[in-house]
């Protein structure tokens, strides 16, 4: 039978994370507690930011744009997860999988440029404390942020795009609790080719660059801080990176499990738990990272508190 008189699909049906009912309230319940706690974490620590006079300089401007970010990625995969633990009909239609797709993609795109710019913040605070003032203004912060929001957006549109071309005619089932680009992929009867490489070389080049980038910040800041002849200096420096680096190791920690490592069939479930913890778990654990041991969040939310 030829492509043309075969009929093209235009549903598709999520597998989720699991088939076993007995299992599917628990992982409902779950699940809710871990979104609702991402979103006032990451929607709380965003508002918290804004109202504090205090952290409204560029370290923190930065942080609240990880936290809109780590909102976006959740809010893209979660709810619909929800939805299908508690229904039996699991169908998305081919706009709101490419929909859902696009937002999950340009949030992760977002996040790994924002993580970037974090990093050379930290790099002119500690290298060129003197220059801070005028190098990183709360104006070049916010212009920077709208730059890694767009450079998301826009690479998503060409993986989108290219989707476009696709047809879909062999299965409508997609083994996954959402639409994973490389699912699509798989079950196209159109050759996706060129989408693979496309998607491959635009995905290497990011997480390539962004991560070296950080990687080559933080050495210069590691020998800016051994150089400080003041124990509190640099303990003060260290504070200060500490937990951006854990949260620069847990995401692209994950991103090279899941892209780099070898795969294999018996892999799927590992890959699928991996994903998971890149897509929900990172975004509810980001706003805790940066808060619990930060003494300037915690006094603004004090000050807060006392208003």
Same mark, same amino acid.
């Given at each position: 039978?030829?492509? +043309? ?22 992982? !409902? ?24 006079? +205090? ?15 780590? /909102?976006?990625?959740? #809010? ?5 997860? &929800?939805?299908?633990? =508690? /229904? ?20 992760? %795109? ?60 062999? @299965? ?15 079950? @196209? ?12 070389? !635009? ?9 070296? %980038? ?7 800041? =590691? !020998? /800016? ?16 990176? @500490? ?13 090279? &499990? ?8 018996? #892999? ?6 991996? @994903? ?32």
């Amino acid at each position: 039978m030829t492509e +043309h008189n075969q009929t093209l699909l235009t549903v598709f049906v999520l597998t989720g994370l699991t088939e076993h009912p007995d299992l599917k309230i628990v992982l !409902f319940l779950v699940f809710l507690v871990i979104y609702l706690i991402t979103m006032v974490g990451n929607l709380g620590l965003i508002a918290l930011i804004w109202k504090d006079s +205090h952290l409204q300089t560029p370290m923190y401007l930065f942080l609240s744009g990880l936290a809109f970010a780590d /909102s976006w990625t959740s #809010s893209s995969v979660t709810p619909r997860m &929800l939805i299908n633990f =508690l /229904s039996k009909n699991h169908e998305i239609s081919l706009v709101e999988c490419f929909t859902q797709f696009y937002f999950m993609g340009s949030s992760a %795109t977002t996040e790994c440029f924002l993580l970037l710019v974090m990093a050379y913040d930290r790099y002119v605070a500690i290298c060129n404390p003197l220059l801070y003032p005028v190098v990183m203004s709360n104006r070049l912060c916010t212009k920077l942020i709208a730059v890694t929001y767009l450079i998301g957006v826009l690479h998503l549109a060409i993986h989108v795009g290219l989707l476009v071309r696709l047809t879909f005619c062999r @299965s409508n089932i997609i083994q996954y609790y959402y639409c994973e680009i490389l699912q699509l992929y798989k079950i @196209s009867c159109t050759d996706s080719t060129v989408n693979v490489l496309v998607l491959l070389i !635009f995905s290497s080049f990011i997480q390539a660059f962004t991560f070296v %980038t950080i990687m080559v910040s933080y050495t210069h800041i =590691l !020998f /800016s801080i051994i150089r400080k002849k003041s124990e509190n200096g640099r303990s003060k420096a260290l504070s200060t990176c @500490s937990a951006h680096l854990f949260s620069v190791s847990l995401f692209y920690g994950t991103l090279f &499990l899941i892209y780099v490592c070898p795969r294999s069939g018996s #892999s799927e479930d590992k890959e699928k738990m991996l @994903s998971l913890f890149y897509t929900i778990i990172i975004p509810l654990l980001n706003p805790f990272i940066y808060s619990l041991r930060n003494k300037e969040v915690i006094s603004a939310f004090r000050r807060i508190m006392k208003k």
